[in-house]
């Protein structure tokens, strides 16, 4: 392994305009509900130049340092085994206090200078230049191990070889974040202008890009950028990164200093980023009594960010910059990977490479679902009225020499349409499809692991519901059946949604009309029905039809079923032969559809849909009287006379059906009434 070269080519170091980490340029503003995260509890993990641990930013009191530890304020653990402080005269001195201000400084003298976004986070901090210049071990994977003991999913590295190659570090990377999915390294792609530099490019890692601090954001031109080695778009969002004010080390480790200065490049987009990134996790901790995976937070990253110059992801800005506004209307998230203990999974298997891969996982403890090849997962949710739809789905690859496996992200719309992952246009969203002309599965998938799907409110206008669907459509064979890591045969994902609600607890099944009698038309030989059902609870249901009107009604008993989950119903009424001989011709039929659930717990009753259209005509004349010159008599509401054309001789077989007919409806719906559990348990 070659050693470390730090990509800060064409760094700029000025005074002008400086940003400061604590600044609103990421949707942090103070009357948000969302103002008061500022990374506390979150533990985040830089390897740089280390730390000048006596500036106001970092010290533990105002005139102590302090031992780092679980005690002191700033710095939970410091790995000095290649050197222990900043040290002027050392490569690239200063830069590694100035990332750590990035991350997590707060002044412990009151200073508002150069305050970070996440400035409640604690930091460990790994010195890895000495004297002889960048140390960064052979084995990065050590790095990461060691982060990992002390409860840092967020690593920050603005570092890294001049190459372009996917090399031995890129692949260790990849193949620790898919063995341990609590861990999440941001990397600076470098400052040449051109194509990205090592370890950015590695699979699982995400890239930032610098961008400066106006509303109306530009990237900066200096950014090493995607596409990558391995033709990904390798770009994964953008950050402030220029002209950003952080704390400036002195050398001296007694002086007690507060100073700040501004640097440029990449490398303090990527701290930018990972600092952004904690506030994510410590919204998550907050909403969901969780720590988020490495996947759930690259979702929550994506999602977040906003288009710089196009809303169209691509290799120069990734998604865009983040901003935190975007969840404060709320959000939908799943995570595969949602457990209770993750450091003690990580542990008990060892804590490091050869641990990991000698003791794989088979995703116990945690919720799932883990998919194998053709699987699938799917939840339903509500659209929110005249709002955008954003879902983004992430999910770790194994190192390049294995193929990437394929997880498509597919949105189904109550409308019979759907939408795939990253077919966005230049319009900013997501074409969409008819599921009866093709499928889903059917259109390219690209090779990469964050994938999105953005709907317009025009787009959802008449949409009821929508699925949201995670299709496994294809996933590596290893060795270890049933396992996760890369000799598994099992993917995890995160996923996020926005421009969303969540199904209430025991709701009722949903109905959505597809094709039928919707008021005003007249009908004189067929009637077309076509509607979906759908119970999001999966507990079964019962739909029954009928056609009405204000003297008599008709049971459409080649209708009515008993299904779970969701189920389509198309049926066609042949007047003549379904309806006839009723007094038929009259201007007040209804369509009404029942869907009552078979909610099966203790507590609750059983729910009911309900659906009627408007009033609409059945006016049929019998091929019987071709020569009949006048028009049929139409009758009334409210009329009991019959039509002129009824054939009496089958009446009485008629009045049976009906009444089979009726019986039946009837009897379906006590059926399904009965088998509702009481509402309390009978004591023995």
């Avoid at 739809?389 to 719309?413: G, K, W």
């Avoid at 993917?491 to 421009?499: D, E, P």
Wanted: aromatic letters at 8%; proline letters at 4%.
């Amino acid at each position: 392994m070659r050693g470390a070269v730090l990509l800060i080519l064409g760094l700029v170091i000025c005074s002008v305009s400086p940003v400061l980490g604590s600044s609103n340029i990421m949707g942090v503003e103070e009357d948000s509900s969302l103002a008061h995260l500022d990374g506390s509890g979150i533990v985040i993990a830089v390897a740089d130049t280390g730390i000048d641990m006596d500036h106001s930013c970092f010290r533990n009191s105002t005139t102590d340092v302090g031992t780092p530890g679980e005690g002191h304020r700033k710095i939970l653990h410091l790995n000095d085994s290649v050197d222990g402080w900043d040290t002027q005269g050392h490569q690239q001195f200063r830069h590694g206090t100035h990332i750590a201000g990035i991350l997590a400084c707060s002044h412990i003298d009151g200073t508002n200078e150069s305050i970070s976004l996440s400035s409640g986070a604690k930091l460990v901090i790994q010195d890895i230049v000495d004297s002889n210049g960048w140390q960064a071990p052979e084995d990065v994977t050590t790095l990461l191990a060691e982060s990992s003991r002390f409860g840092a999913v967020i690593n920050s590295w603005s570092w890294g070889d001049n190459t372009e190659d996917y090399t031995e570090r890129s692949r260790m990377i990849d193949e620790w974040t898919y063995e341990n999915p609590w861990s999440l390294v941001f990397v600076a792609p470098g400052n040449t202008g051109n194509t990205m530099l090592e370890p950015s490019n590695a699979y699982n890692v995400v890239s930032v890009v610098a961008s400066d601090s106006e509303e109306n954001a530009s990237l900066w031109p200096g950014n090493s950028h995607g596409p990558d080695v391995n033709g990904r778009r390798g770009t994964f969002v953008a950050a402030p990164g220029m002209n950003v004010l952080s704390a400036k080390a002195d050398g001296t480790q007694d002086s007690l200093n507060n100073g700040s200065f501004t640097m440029t490049g990449t490398s303090m987009a990527a701290p930018m980023a990972a600092s952004f990134t904690a506030l994510l996790q410590q919204m998550i901790e907050e909403d969901y009594g969780y720590t988020p995976s490495a996947p759930m937070l690259r979702a929550m990253l994506a999602a977040s960010a906003e288009g710089i110059g196009s809303n169209q992801p691509d290799e120069m800005q990734g998604y865009g910059r983040p901003l935190l506004d975007t969840f404060e209307g709320g959000y939908y998230a799943h995570d595969s990977y949602f457990v209770e203990d993750w450091k003690s999974i990580i542990q008990s298997r060892g804590g490091n490479m050869s641990g990991l891969l000698s003791n794989p996982w088979n995703g116990s403890e945690a919720v799932g679902p883990f998919l194998s090849e053709n699987e699938s997962w799917s939840e339903y949710l509500y659209p929110i009225p005249n709002e955008d739809v954003e879902v983004v789905l992430s999910y770790n690859a194994r190192p390049n020499e294995y193929e990437i496996d394929d997880l498509r992200l597919i949105i189904h719309t109550s409308e019979g349409k759907f939408a795939i992952d990253d077919s966005i246009g230049s319009s900013g969203y997501s074409q969409m499809y008819y599921s009866s002309v093709v499928s889903p599965l059917s259109l390219n998938s690209t090779n990469e692991t964050t994938v999105m799907v953005r709907l317009s409110s025009s787009q959802l206008e008449n949409v009821d519901w929508l699925r949201i669907e995670v299709v496994a459509n294809g996933v590596h064979e290893g060795t270890n059946s049933g396992m996760l890591g890369v000799n598994g045969t099992k993917v995890g994902f995160g996923l996020v949604a926005t421009g969303v609600e969540e199904f209430a607890p025991n709701t009722a099944p949903v109905i959505s009309i597809i094709e039928g009698p919707m008021g005003g038309e007249n009908y004189s030989e067929n009637i077309s029905i076509s509607l979906s059902v759908t119970d999001f609870e999966g507990d079964g249901y019962a739909v029954v039809l009928r056609l009405n009107n204000s003297n008599f009604s008709v049971d459409l008993t080649d209708c009515a079923l008993v299904s779970v989950t969701i189920s389509n119903i198309s049926c066609t009424i042949n007047i003549a032969q379904d309806l006839v001989p009723r007094p038929i011709n009259r201007h007040d039929w209804r369509l009404e559809v029942l869907a009552v659930d078979d909610n099966n717990s203790l507590w609750t009753t059983a729910l009911i849909s309900s659906y009627s259209s408007n009033n609409f005509s059945i006016w049929w004349i019998s091929p019987l009287l071709d020569d009949l010159k006048e028009e049929p008599v139409i009758t009334k509401e409210g009329e009991t006379e019959q039509n002129r054309v009824l054939l009496w001789g089958v009446f009485g077989v008629v009045f049976g059906a009906i009444v089979a007919a009726s019986v039946m409806f009837r009897g379906l719906e006590r059926r399904v009434f009965s088998e509702v559990p009481s509402p309390f348990r009978e004591e023995e």
